[in-house]
């Protein structure tokens, strides 16, 4: 396993402008997770997708934020009109999840998260 | 709404001492709890994962137990070194309902341990 990737590692933007970020999780991994971290605080889930189906969604994903992984296998989370309150660290994870059933023995893997600073 | 509690909030030791961190949680309700160890401005990397009908689990200088009833689980480190400097991270896991798919992460617990 090469491990999740993200991409980019860093993003300075200013205010009013869109940014998309990138995850390419373990391959085979068949769900893949966003969550949402700033300074000092544990991260917060954002949205879930099992395959291609998106799942779950956070209330903090407000409806400038949209996350699709089209085929099943790489994500891409797009936040429209960037404001400063959306400057943290956005973070990937993956696990291999049988089938519909819930798994009860399954780790997430994270990878190592993009950081977004808009001005 | 399933919320995770960390303390101490930070924790500075001298090398070569044991010490426990601690996790609460406030919905008995879990599949799992995971510890995570994140080095500052990176990624997360998991430690332990137990199940909910694990009692606890053991890697290296690393134990975690679990008390599912009360709520609470507590991470072991043996014989800290400075490279076990880090922030640790206990996260849960909800059993059902629509929040099956998700981490609910404690706000962390900051650990330093100097030579």
């Known amino acids: 396993d090469t491990g999740v990737s993200q991409d980019p590692r860093h993003k300075i933007t200013k205010r009013g402008q869109n940014v998309t970020f990138r995850c390419d999780p373990i391959s085979e991994h068949n769900r893949l997770y966003w969550y949402r971290q700033t300074l000092g605080q544990g991260p917060e889930f954002l949205t879930y997708?099992?395959?291609?189906?998106?799942?779950?969604k956070s209330r903090l994903l407000s409806d400038r934020f949209s996350a699709e992984r089209p085929k099943g296998s790489f994500s891409t989370l797009e936040i429209q009109r960037t404001e400063q309150g959306d400057s943290a660290m956005y973070l990937c994870a993956s696990s291999l999840g049988a089938g519909t059933r819930l798994p009860y023995q399954e780790t997430q893997y994270f990878g190592p998260g993009t950081r977004l600073l808009v001005l | 709404k399933q919320e995770v509690t960390q303390i101490p909030a930070a924790l500075s030791v001298p090398e070569g001492e044991n010490l426990v961190l601690n996790c609460s949680f406030t919905?008995?309700?879990?599949?799992?709890l995971q510890w995570f160890r994140q080095d500052p401005g990176k990624g997360l990397t998991s430690l332990l994962l137990?199940?909910?009908?694990?009692r606890e689990q053991t890697s290296g200088r690393l134990n975690a137990s679990l008390d599912k009833s009360s709520g609470r689980s507590t991470l072991y480190i043996a014989a800290s070194q400075p490279g076990d400097s880090a922030t640790y991270l206990c996260?849960?896991?909800?059993?059902?309902?629509?929040?099956?798919?998700?981490?609910?992460f404690g706000q962390g617990t900051i650990l330093t341990v100097h030579p």
């Open positions: 996260a849960v896991r909800g059993a059902g309902g629509t929040s099956y798919g998700k981490l609910t």
């Open positions: 919905d008995s309700a879990i599949y799992n």
């Open positions: 997708f099992q395959n291609e189906a998106q799942l779950e």
């Open positions: 137990i199940q909910s009908s694990q």
